[in-house]
């Protein structure tokens, strides 16, 4: 039987592309529209995707609120909430959240997820994530951003005990950052655990996942770079005494698609058109993690950056791609603002499945995080033109054959 690539659908209230709450068939109100969400999870579901994931951040996305960037885009549900509501509008599609081990505590985020676990059925999955905004820790009573170096450490620690609380055990923890005495008040998960989730490339980061991830989310341009951190990664393992298929990665993709390609890139440029200048230039900043990029001519190149206590991986991505196709501050940021660093595949539904199937045959991915550019239409698109596509091509599942989530993925069940 030929191998079967996993797809997420990476939900976002309007969309992924920074402008598209902008473009005329958008849902503005999304972020806070239950209807509209439950349609999203149905229409994933009914094209046998593996899962739906919600991003998250505890605070808004831009700190200047005059500039509507990312603000935009802040409007939302708490999504483990979200989920919640999901998982009885659904039966059998993954619901993966993101949720932060700087603003949280383990017992408290073991309990949350084993809880929706068991509310869907077995198919919940935590997104770990260390937090790297300063505009989120203002909103801790934190005295700042904390050094990467000590975030991952208090994540690796955290994912320690959540696992051992998943797994049914006491944990008679007594360590750093965390004191848990107590098991949880649940029963172990129709799937053994959760599915740990994590999204992290920097170096530690990749270490942590190799450590513990199930999945594994991730960003790259090129096959290159794909395949170099795929096989980074799957070779960190067997250190941790795991095989390489105990990890599934699935880099985010943000395709447009029509029947034609002069449609796709019509639609594509369409939304292009869509970004003020000091929108893209805001957002490029963000993730930077560079107070502001304006003062700097907008048609001229990228300056040299310290290393920041930011995005450290995403950082490094960004100016590698400035440097390899001398690319100016205007143009990185419109690139930049239509899928926020990730892989841009434009065309016809086989040009988007020939594309994915490099990538999977080529030992670059296990499969892909879709991200659509706006909702529904582009969700829609990718589910009426590249699923049955990548069907027809023995690439992916016509149907679920099993009830979990580890079941869609292919994991085995946690001892």
């Given at each position: 039987?030929?191998?079967?690539?996993?797809?997420?659908?990476?939900?976002?209230?309007?969309?992924?592309?920074?402008?598209?709450?902008?473009?005329?068939?958008?849902?503005?109100?999304?972020?806070?529209?239950?209807?509209?969400?439950?349609?999203?999870?149905?229409?994933?579901?009914?094209?046998?995707?593996?899962?739906?994931?919600?991003?998250?951040?505890?605070?808004?996305?831009?700190?200047?609120?005059?500039?509507?960037?990312?603000?935009?885009?802040?409007?939302g549900f708490e999504p483990i909430s979200l989920l919640s509501a999901l998982a009885v509008q659904t039966s059998r599609i993954g619901l993966v959240s993101t949720a932060s081990t700087s603003y949280?505590?383990?017992?408290?985020?073991?309990?949350?997820?084993?809880?929706?676990?068991?509310?869907?059925?077995?198919?919940?999955?935590?997104?770990?994530?260390?937090?790297?905004?300063?505009?989120?820790?203002?909103?801790?009573?934190?005295?700042?951003?904390?050094?990467?170096?000590?975030?991952?450490?208090?994540?690796?620690?955290?994912?320690?005990?959540?696992?051992?609380?998943?797994?049914?055990?006491?944990?008679?923890?007594?360590?750093?950052?965390?004191?848990?005495?107590?098991?949880?008040?649940?029963?172990?998960?129709?799937?053994?655990?959760?599915?740990?989730?994590?999204?992290?490339?920097?170096?530690?980061?990749?270490?942590?996942?190799?450590?513990?991830?199930?999945?594994?989310?991730?960003?790259?341009?090129?096959?290159?770079?794909?395949?170099?951190?795929?096989?980074?990664?799957?070779?960190?393992?067997?250190?941790?005494?795991?095989?390489?298929?105990?990890?599934?990665?699935?880099?985010?993709?943000?395709?447009?698609?029509?029947?034609?390609?002069?449609?796709?890139?019509?639609?594509?440029?369409?939304?292009?058109?869509?970004?003020?200048?000091?929108?893209?230039?805001?957002?490029?900043?963000?993730?930077?993690s560079i107070s502001d990029l304006r003062r700097y001519p907008i048609d001229g190149p990228l300056p040299e950056l310290p290393e920041s206590e930011g995005m450290k991986s995403r950082q490094a991505?960004?100016?590698?791609?400035?440097?390899?196709?001398?690319?100016?501050?205007?143009?990185?940021?419109?690139?930049?603002?239509?899928?926020?660093?990730?892989?841009?595949?434009?065309?016809?539904?086989?040009?988007?499945?020939?594309?994915?199937?490099?990538?999977?045959?080529?030992?670059?991915?296990?499969?892909?995080n879709v991200m659509p550019s706006y909702f529904p239409g582009e969700l829609d698109a990718f589910c009426e033109l590249v699923v049955p596509e990548l069907q027809r091509r023995g690439l992916f599942?016509?149907?679920?054959?099993?009830?979990?989530?580890?079941?869609?993925?292919?994991?085995?069940?946690?001892?």
């Amino acid at each position: 039987m030929t191998a079967q690539m996993k797809l997420g659908a990476f939900l976002w209230a309007t969309g992924h592309h920074i402008a598209a709450w902008r473009h005329p068939k958008a849902h503005v109100t999304a972020g806070i529209d239950i209807d509209h969400y439950i349609q999203l999870a149905r229409t994933a579901e009914a094209a046998k995707f593996d899962m739906i994931f919600c991003e998250d951040a505890a605070g808004l996305r831009e700190a200047n609120i005059g500039i509507a960037s990312q603000t935009s885009r802040s409007i939302g549900f708490e999504p483990i909430s979200l989920l919640s509501a999901l998982a009885v509008q659904t039966s059998r599609i993954g619901l993966v959240s993101t949720a932060s081990t700087s603003y949280n505590e383990p017992y408290g985020l073991a309990r949350t997820f084993l809880s929706l676990d068991h509310l869907s059925g077995g198919r919940a999955g935590w997104n770990l994530v260390t937090s790297a905004s300063p505009i989120e820790a203002a909103n801790f009573g934190s005295t700042g951003l904390k050094p990467h170096a000590d975030r991952y450490e208090r994540a690796r620690e955290f994912a320690e005990v959540v696992t051992r609380l998943w797994h049914g055990k006491v944990p008679g923890h007594d360590g750093q950052s965390f004191s848990v005495r107590d098991p949880l008040d649940l029963p172990r998960s129709p799937q053994g655990a959760p599915v740990m989730v994590q999204a992290g490339a920097s170096d530690v980061g990749r270490d942590l996942a190799a450590r513990t991830a199930d999945v594994v989310f991730t960003a790259a341009q090129t096959f290159e770079e794909a395949k170099a951190f795929y096989d980074d990664l799957k070779g960190r393992m067997a250190s941790y005494g795991r095989d390489a298929d105990d990890i599934k990665i699935m880099p985010g993709v943000a395709p447009v698609v029509a029947e034609t390609e002069a449609e796709a890139q019509e639609k594509f440029e369409e939304l292009q058109e869509l970004i003020p200048d000091d929108v893209g230039v805001a957002l490029l900043s963000s993730y930077l993690s560079i107070s502001d990029l304006r003062r700097y001519p907008i048609d001229g190149p990228l300056p040299e950056l310290p290393e920041s206590e930011g995005m450290k991986s995403r950082q490094a991505l960004v100016v590698e791609q400035s440097r390899r196709d001398g690319l100016s501050i205007r143009q990185l940021a419109r690139h930049f603002a239509g899928a926020r660093g990730h892989w841009r595949i434009v065309g016809t539904a086989v040009q988007v499945a020939d594309e994915l199937q490099a990538r999977f045959e080529g030992g670059a991915a296990d499969g892909f995080n879709v991200m659509p550019s706006y909702f529904p239409g582009e969700l829609d698109a990718f589910c009426e033109l590249v699923v049955p596509e990548l069907q027809r091509r023995g690439l992916f599942r016509r149907d679920y054959e099993g009830r979990t989530l580890r079941d869609h993925l292919g994991l085995k069940r946690p001892a």
